[in-house]
């Protein structure tokens, strides 16, 4: 059976060393890293995130700000609202959540963020800096699962790593993060040509598909860590249930270790967002940042 990797007790420990340095900032540089959040409309799963990342915010000694904005905001009022936290000196970091009404341009809100700003990581610059190596804000749900791969492995160089995915969010970022540690990186999606064969290949498997318990357990490769970014909500047996892009009854079988759903990837990505937003507070102030 595999190992479980308990993301959550990660991302507990990591949100401690978190406000350790936010402290340590308070107290030496007199800086108090801040982080607003504009949410524009109703949807239920995006005002629960919200809520936890405002919770989380403010227990590791942070500033926080909820922007809640109605669904019919116009492109402009919203952008409006982006060039005022652009401008404010108390706010490190912007963070537009996704998705948007379908009436707005999407990519022109997120490269209306001032890159400085951006804990998302999703501004054209970020991602462009982080292709070509250079030092980027960079988007959350990647950084955390190449911490639960590495926190689980050790060293990822010269690991066959596939990834099931090309979003913007996870899949190119995650690749382009393990690319940098030295693995070689495989993208499939669920178009490519035999997925399982390509999938078996793989000695660490990051599931970012977003289609419910995909990824079976005869796809992986004995051994193999498992790393499983979906969220899925669906129904079983009459009841709501939240499940991963793997079918981890079939996977826990055959891997290493595996990532639970929930409890697995899904609470390092507000950890890693504080520790974004502690890095953006640190770089315009001049000062270096914290170790975290
Ligand atoms: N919606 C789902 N995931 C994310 C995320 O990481 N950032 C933002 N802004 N919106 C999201």
């Excluded at 982080?35 to 936890?52: F, Q, R, T």
């Excluded at 950084?143 to 990834?163: H, I, P």
């Excluded at 399982?196 to 000695?203: C, E, L, S």
Aim: hydrophobic share 45%; charged share 20%; net charge positive.
């Amino acid at each position: 059976m595999a190992k479980l990797i308990d993301g959550k007790a990660y991302a507990e420990a990591l949100r401690g060393r978190i406000a350790v340095a936010v402290a340590s900032l308070k107290k030496n540089h007199n800086l108090t890293p801040g982080l607003a959040v504009v949410l524009v409309g109703e949807d239920p799963a995006s005002k629960v995130y919200v809520a936890n990342k405002a919770k989380q915010t403010v227990e590791v000694g942070m500033n926080s700000w909820e922007h809640k904005m109605p669904a019919d905001t116009s492109e402009a009022d919203l952008l409006a609202i982006v060039q005022k936290l652009n401008n404010d000196s108390s706010v490190h970091g912007i963070l537009v959540q996704m998705p948007v009404p379908k009436h707005i341009d999407s990519a022109k809100v997120l490269n209306t963020i001032d890159p400085a700003k951006d804990v998302d990581g999703f501004h054209v610059v970020n991602v462009g800096r982080l292709s070509t190596g250079q030092d980027a804000l960079t988007a959350c749900t990647p950084v955390g699962c190449v911490m639960l791969a590495k926190a689980t492995l050790g060293k990822l160089d010269g690991l066959n790593a596939v990834v099931i995915g090309r979003s913007n969010i996870v899949g190119k970022p995650v690749a382009q993060l393990l690319l940098a540690e030295n693995c070689t990186v495989t993208i499939a999606h669920s178009k490519s040509k035999d997925l399982p064969g390509i999938v078996r290949q793989a000695d660490l498997v990051i599931a970012a598909v977003g289609r419910p318990e995909m990824v079976k357990g005869d796809w992986i490769k004995p051994g193999a860590c498992v790393i499983d970014v979906g969220i899925n909500r669906i129904e079983r047996d009459g009841k709501n249930k939240l499940v991963g892009d793997c079918d981890f009854a079939s996977c826990e079988k055959v891997a290493g270790s595996i990532t639970p759903v929930p409890g697995g990837v899904g609470p390092m990505t507000i950890a890693c967002l504080l520790h974004n937003t502690v890095k953006a507070a640190a770089a315009m102030k001049g000062i270096k940042t914290p170790e975290m």
